[in-house]
């Protein structure tokens, strides 16, 4: 597992970018990749206006599923299956369209049982 000791990469947005999508996501490091959009979602966006909070969320929500898809990809289901059961409680609660990747989760993780 890597550690980086500046989390927010001195808020460089490309290599934020790149630590989420060469190193988290391919690497299936999925606690990392969450704890990292929570520190940016508290310590840089915790009263943004409506629409900064939107968007944010949207790019949260986006790197989850991406995350998800590359698992399916790569014939990880040990890795989706952990991602659903490590945050699928807090990706319920949070509003977003989550319930239809639960009922797909299902489908998948039934065809490794």
Known sequence: MRRWADIGHGLQVD??????????VPLFEADNMINLMAFLQKSFFPSAEERYHITVSWGQSFTQ????????????P??????????????????????SWFGKFKKYAQGFA
């Open 15 to 24: 290599r934020i970018v790149d630590l989420l999508f060469t190193v988290y």
């Open 65 to 76: 599923k991406y995350y998800i898809v590359n698992a399916v990809q790569k014939a990880r």
């Open 78 to 99: 040990d890795r989706v299956i952990h991602f659903f059961e490590r945050h699928g409680d807090s990706l319920l609660r949070s509003g977003d369209d989550w319930h």
